[in-house]
């Protein structure tokens, strides 16, 4: 049977990309964290010291980037010149500059090109903020992940406590309104629920729960047997 392109759009903090990883773990697919792409060239903009708001310097550093994806029993890796920074690219400081660097239109065009090509043969759970209306519009079947602004924002708080970093719920919910907001009124690729999206509203809901719901819909439109 041919393996067909899930994706999974919503703000952030609702979980896309766990519940995506998961999803492609139990439909033995492959998982594309849109994300970590936009995230890595933010990363190198902050250590060249590139004013992310400059979209002709940030556009002038493409040129110069090489980004590669490596995938380790599952896991993707995200590497960026020959340099794995998987880890680096999850800093609260790349978190507060990604929206702004996403919603460059060159920086958009350089990755979905990227990304298109990466999902072409199918196979493929993708997570972001355009998946399913930009880069592969035409997918199979599409989620759009959403919850209460709070409960996004104690989520993304226990990530970066997990990794030693303790920043105030008050601070982390209006980190996550100002994403919000600007994503979803940026001229490149606003965040939009696609018209044939199935919405999912993940407040009250387990990762385990969101991840059922996924693949049971999967399952049952595409005759996949457990």
């Given at each position: 049977?041919?393996?067909?392109?899930?994706?999974?759009?919503?703000?952030?903090?609702?979980?896309?990309?766990?519940?995506a990883?998961?999803?492609?773990?139990?439909?033995?697919?492959?998982?594309?964290?849109t994300?970590?792409?936009?995230r890595?060239?933010?990363?190198?903009?902050?250590?060249?010291?590139?004013?992310?708001?400059?979209?002709?310097?940030?556009i002038?550093?493409?040129?110069?980037?090489?980004?590669?994806?490596?995938?380790?029993?599952?896991v993707?890796?995200?590497?960026?010149?020959?340099?794995?920074?998987?880890?680096?690219?999850?800093?609260?400081?790349?978190?507060?500059?990604?929206?702004?660097?996403?919603?460059?239109?060159?920086?958009?065009?350089?990755?979905?090109?990227?990304?298109?090509?990466?999902?072409?043969?199918?196979?493929?759970?993708?997570d972001?903020?355009?998946?399913?209306t930009?880069i592969f519009?035409?997918?199979?079947?599409?989620?759009?992940?959403?919850?209460?602004?709070e409960?996004?924002?104690k989520?993304?708080?226990k990530?970066?406590?997990?990794?030693?970093?303790?920043?105030?719920?008050?601070?982390?919910?209006?980190?996550?309104?100002?994403?919000?907001e600007?994503?979803?009124?940026?001229?490149?690729?606003?965040?939009?629920k696609?018209?044939d999206?199935?919405?999912?509203?993940?407040?009250?809901?387990?990762?385990?729960?969101?991840?059922?719901?996924?693949?049971?819909?999967?399952?049952?439109?595409?005759?996949?047997?457990?």
């Open positions: 049977m041919k393996k067909i392109i899930i994706t999974l759009d919503g703000p952030a903090g609702s979980g896309k990309s766990t519940t990883r998961e999803v492609a773990k139990k439909i033995n697919y492959t998982y594309l964290d994300g970590a792409m936009y890595a060239i933010t990363l190198a903009v902050l250590e060249r010291q590139i004013n992310p708001g400059r979209a002709a310097d940030v002038a550093l493409l040129h110069h980037l090489q980004l590669s994806l490596n995938y380790e029993n599952g993707q890796k995200t590497f960026l010149n020959g340099r794995d920074v998987s880890e680096d690219i999850r800093t609260m400081a790349v978190t507060q500059n990604v929206s702004v660097i996403s919603g460059v239109r060159e920086v958009r065009e350089f990755l979905v090109k990227q990304q298109r090509e990466i999902g072409k043969q199918g196979g493929f759970v993708i972001g903020r355009d998946a399913g930009v519009p035409n997918a199979e079947l599409k989620f759009f992940l959403t919850a209460k602004v409960e996004r924002a989520r993304r708080q990530e970066m406590a997990a990794k030693g970093v303790h920043v105030p719920l008050d601070e982390m919910i209006a980190d996550i309104q100002s994403r919000d600007f994503d979803s009124t940026r001229a490149e690729s606003p965040l939009i696609a018209a999206a199935i919405e999912l509203d993940n407040s009250a809901m387990t990762i385990e729960e969101q991840v059922d719901f996924i693949v049971n819909v999967f399952r049952s439109r595409f005759a996949v047997s457990a």
